[in-house]
């Protein structure tokens, strides 16, 4: 009971049975969104320990000098309580029968259904459902049924809108205009304490009594922070009532509403939820299907077949596909994916490496449009990555680990978790020394504007990006007595050892981020004389190059031991080697946390995540195979997966070695991080960037899709249960089909109108 997975077929994730205990689970796997807003699914009635989360991408707001800046989260539209014959309808009072919550993540609706007989004996049959408009990014519809099925019965609904809701506690929002206009649409305003961005949220409801139109009388109430009306009908045995509501959210920092004062938002919203409302709940769900079939299913195809788990496999893969359109702010560049997309509030909406190293990849190959976005946000955010250098003491841009809006620079917070021994909040150090994001955003810029074949992103931001971080890393490099550069007190990846010395994921990265400043600069100079003095003019090339090239030239580069491990860093092969089988096969993460605090498992060789087995994948062709074998079996065996973001680059890497069926018993249980049963997983949102790891299993590893040196290049692993594979890569602006059986490969070119050079199962090939 819980998670029901009958209904894959038919693209439907639903709930069975209805859990009280673990309400967060649903919200976030079953949230809605449009990537300019995020709609967490909690329940029209509301429930003790429930989590409602409006949150509008971009719109950071600091509460205090001690915390951090976060999406605050917006006034709550989608509760509507209903009273039957007097009797609150809830489901942990009376009974209940034949309940079912599905998410169709094909048109992104949800429904509900349920019998309910209230405590004094009225049955109803309830039925519910929820979209929210990937067309009309501001829209949210929903609509109510309640069917009398005995005797005659009074139903009383209140539903309005409400801002009485909190970040964990954090009020975000000064109180903000408050009005009922015509007695029938509902308006409220709010506004950000620190970022002074004005919300203004809009609702109406229309009512149908057995599928006839019906106009009610309303009870209207205005109180602090909150403006609702209840709403009274009589129903006898077999009348089905309908109350459908109808909402839009937007703000003062939206594109769309640019230049338009707070008056004439208030106008043009008002008038935008008039027409939808006049459109009505069925035609806009339909509109909205259809886009979702344009934007997402049609662009970006995949289709497996195979035994019977392939079906589920199949069903992961779309799932993580609804869910990376949600998170997608795709309307607008000065705003990026947060951790935990648009679903809860952990991460506060912050951005990580996730978007460049997990989820660019999926956009890059689909949505290159979309993709360039997220890097151009990179851009728009130098002015942050500037300060942070500074503030350190170095030159360039050095990216802040967690991102918001375009200047803050760094938003880590300081502190996190509460520390196992000395009963105080674990410090943070990410924010400080997890450096290897600067590289990070660095590589992600090449590499859309490589699979994109984006010459216009490259000169407007591409060649600056990585460039500036270049020197951010010339400036970062310390001489050791070696005659060498190291780079000493950092995280890498595995955010369990912190303060290590040459750790070797950050140098590899830095020096391909060094490398490949000073190729462009080479090419530049000849190849694009005036494009190259505008950037000598802003970054003073002719200074900062030479150390450019100093630093690549003797920057330390760990090497592989005799058995052939690429020591992690200058420490963890020393550490003392524990039993890690209890933290492997919990069902829940950081449990080691619960027996150790983070300055004893420094000591140990046990890993949170994947550390230099990215660097495999990231720069495949700079380690030999037997390198990446024995360094995977030597890490994997110590790492217990507390990141989501550590199972798939497992996976990807094992399919690469084709140890497949160790790849794909990796693969399902990333893809089940989120849409798997365990319960208590996702409460703070779900895992944005094991989302892109679930995709880059199929499609890199299983797919064997890669980009090497600016090269494509395909060969297939299929899994045992798999017979065939068949999906679309967007490659330099063609679009190619790909299909992939036990002993075949087609790739035909859609687009056609430029030849595509990509190399088949090791021969290149022109299509
Ligand atoms: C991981 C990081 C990741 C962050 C956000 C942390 O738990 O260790 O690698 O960037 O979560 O997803």
């Not at 079912?100 to 519910?128: A, D």
């Not at 997309?341 to 290159?368: Q, V």
Request: proline letters at 4%; aromatic letters at 10%.
């Amino acid at each position: 009971m819980g998670m029901d997975y009958s209904k894959i077929d038919r693209w439907i994730l639903a709930e069975d049975s209805f859990d009280p205990v673990h309400l967060g689970k649903c919200e976030a796997v079953m949230s809605l969104g449009n990537g300019y807003l995020g709609l967490r699914s909690a329940t029209e009635e509301k429930y003790l320990g429930e989590t409602r989360n409006l949150l509008i991408n971009g719109t950071f707001d600091l509460f205090d000098s001690s915390e951090v800046t976060e999406l605050p989260n917006a006034a709550d539209v989608t509760a509507m309580e209903l009273w039957i014959d007097g009797e609150r309808f809830s489901l942990d009072q009376g009974g209940y029968a034949g309940y079912s919550r599905e998410l169709n993540i094909h048109t992104g609706e949800l429904t509900r259904q349920v019998e309910w007989t209230s405590p004094g004996g009225s049955r109803v049959g309830l039925s519910f459902r929820r979209m929210v408009s990937l067309k009309r990014l501001h829209d949210i519809a929903m609509e109510v049924t309640v069917i009398c099925l005995d005797r005659p019965v009074t139903v009383k609904l209140r539903s309005g809108i409400d801002a009485r809701v909190t970040n964990t506690g954090t009020q975000h929002f000064t109180e903000g205009e408050k009005r009922f206009y015509e007695k029938k649409y509902i308006q409220l305003l709010e506004t950000t304490l620190q970022s002074d961005i004005t919300f203004v949220l809009n609702a109406v409801h229309r009512f149908a009594l057995n599928g006839v139109p019906l106009e009610l009388e309303t009870d209207v109430n205005i109180d602090r922070r909150v403006i609702y009306a209840d709403y009274t009908v009589e129903l006898k045995p077999g009348d089905a009532f309908t109350a459908e509501k109808y909402a839009n959210v937007s703000t003062t920092r939206d594109l769309d509403c640019a230049g338009l004062s707070v008056p004439q938002l208030q106008a043009r919203t008002l008038e935008a939820l008039k027409a939808s409302a006049d459109l009505g709940y069925q035609a806009l769900a339909e509109e909205s299907a259809a886009q979702w079939r344009l934007e997402v299913w049609e662009k970006a195809p995949i289709e497996i077949s195979g035994d019977k788990n392939s079906r589920m496999d199949l069903f992961a893969l779309r799932f993580a596909q609804y869910h990376m359109r949600l998170m997608l702010p795709r309307h607008d560049n000065r705003m990026n994916i947060g951790a935990k997309g648009l679903s809860g509030e952990g991460y506060k909406g912050h951005c990580f490496w996730d978007t460049e190293i997990f989820l660019l990849p999926y956009y890059m190959f689909t949505d290159p449009e979309a993709a360039r976005k997220l890097e151009e946000y990179r851009y728009l955010s130098l002015p942050g990555a500037h300060k942070k250098a500074q503030d350190n003491g170095y030159q360039g841009a050095m990216f802040p680990w967690e991102s918001a809006w375009l200047d803050d620079g760094e938003t880590c917070p300081l502190y996190m978790g509460t520390d196992i021994l000395t009963g105080t909040p674990i410090k943070v150090w990410s924010g400080i020394i997890e450096q290897h994001i600067t590289a990070d955003v660095a590589f992600g810029a090449w590499q859309y504007a490589t699979i994109a074949g984006d010459q216009d992103f490259l000169e407007r931001y591409g060649y600056e990006l990585i460039m500036d971080t270049a020197t951010f890393w010339a400036s970062r490099l310390e001489p050791g007595e070696d005659g060498r550069y190291h780079i000493n007190d950092v995280v890498g990846p595995d955010e369990y050892h912190e303060h290590v010395n040459d750790n070797a994921f950050t140098n590899y990265m830095a020096c391909w981020n060094l490398n490949k400043a000073i190729a462009y600069h080479d090419h530049l100079k000849t190849a694009d004389p005036a494009l190259f003095q505008r950037l000598d003019e802003k970054l003073s090339l002719s200074q900062v190059y030479p150390k450019w090239v100093d630093g690549a030239a003797r920057l330390y580069l760990p090497q592989p031991t005799a058995e052939g491990i690429l020591p992690m860093d200058d420490r963890f092969m020393d550490g003392e080697e524990i039993d890690l089988s209890k933290y492997k096969n919990q069902e829940f993460v950081a449990g080691i946390m619960k027996d150790y605090n983070l300055d004893q498992i420094q000591r140990l060789q046990v890993c949170k995540q994947a550390d230099c087995l990215v660097l495999f994948y990231l720069l495949e062709d700079q380690f030999p195979p037997e390198v990446k074998r024995a360094s995977w079996a030597y890490y994997e065996a110590r790492t217990v997966h507390d990141s989501s973001l550590s199972l798939s680059t497992h996976s990807v890497q094992a399919a690469d070695m084709g140890e497949l069926e160790m790849a794909y018993d990796l693969f399902r249980r990333a893809s089940m991080i989120d849409l798997g049963p365990y319960m208590g997983t996702s409460d703070a949102g779900i895992h944005a960037a094991s989302f892109g790891g679930v995709w880059q299993c199929v499609i890199y590893g299983f797919g064997g899709v890669r980009m090497l040196n600016g090269k494509l290049r395909i060969q297939p692993n299929l899994p045992c249960g798999w017979d065939r594979l068949d999906f679309t890569l967007m490659w330099k602006g063609q679009r190619l089909r790909v299909s992939a059986a036990k002993d075949s490969l087609t790739v035909e070119n859609l687009t056609k109108t430029a030849p595509v050079f990509v190399t088949l199962n090791g021969v290149e090939t022109e299509l």
